[in-house]
């Protein structure tokens, strides 16, 4: 089972601060995800990552932007925050099974 | 990708079997058929996958279609704790997995 470790889990922040959302794993798997969830609503997958180096932009077009410089994290950074940024940020992964594992999520309110 | 129709939502009494529907008429020969479900306030979990044979495991059955242009997801005896959205996902080669509104499990007592 993968040990999936997202921080901050909560984060209230104002406009135009530049946050980043860590997110590390401790199995190795080569497939990272990020998904954005509002509340009651379903999951948008923002961006993910195939291997070290390697970064895509998924089906939800987002100001945000991830960096894969090591297997175990996967970073996503906002440079400005804005209201529009507020809700649920949650970090997966995956190896060639193929089963996603998720971290419990971080939770963001830009006022 | 590949798309999935789920029913919005499906009630289902306690103890009782309950199946959940997934048509994916466009789907390919490398998609693989996932479940996962979501209880309230936590992240996604996964439930089952498969591609051409049916699956089962501890959590649920996976019943896929011939044509595997549909496939239903079977929870034996329903409780409480299986409350849930649960998702239907295609993921091409097991690469990529793009989540739609699911279906909204409500268990009765």
């Known amino acids: 089972e993968a040990d999936i470790y997202q921080t901050p889990r909560y984060l209230v922040i104002g406009t135009g601060k530049k946050i980043t959302l860590e997110c590390s794993q401790t199995?190795?798997?080569?497939?990272m995800y990020w998904y954005q969830q509002d509340p009651g609503m379903e999951l948008h997958l923002i961006h993910y990552?195939?291997?070290?180096?390697?970064?895509e932009k998924g089906d939800l077009s987002s100001e945000s932007t991830v960096s894969r410089i090591r297997t175990e994290h996967f970073p996503l950074t906002l440079e400005s925050a804005r209201p529009s940024h507020t809700s649920q940020y949650l970090c997966?992964?995956?190896?060639?099974?193929?089963?996603?594992?998720f971290g419990e999520g971080s939770r963001l309110t830009v006022l | 990708d590949a798309k999935t129709t789920q029913p919005n939502s499906m009630e289902s009494n306690e103890e009782e079997p309950v199946h959940l529907p997934c048509n994916h008429s466009?789907?390919?020969?490398?998609?693989?058929i996932h479940w996962y479900r979501q209880l309230p306030s936590q992240g996604p979990e996964y439930v089952i996958h498969?591609?051409?044979s049916n699956v089962n495991n501890r959590m649920a059955s996976l019943a896929i279609a011939e044509d595997r242009k549909s496939s239903t997801l079977i929870l034996h005896r329903a409780t409480l704790r299986d409350a849930a959205v649960y998702y239907c996902?295609?993921?091409?080669?097991?690469?990529?997995?793009?989540f739609g509104p699911g279906t909204r499990l409500s268990v009765l007592p």
């Open positions: 996902i295609l993921s091409p080669n097991l690469q990529n997995f793009v």
């Open positions: 466009t789907i390919s020969g490398t998609d693989y």
């Open positions: 199995m190795g798997h080569d497939k």
């Open positions: 997966a992964t995956s190896f060639s099974a193929g089963e996603l594992f």
């Open positions: 990552s195939y291997g070290v180096n390697s970064t």
């Open positions: 498969g591609l051409t």
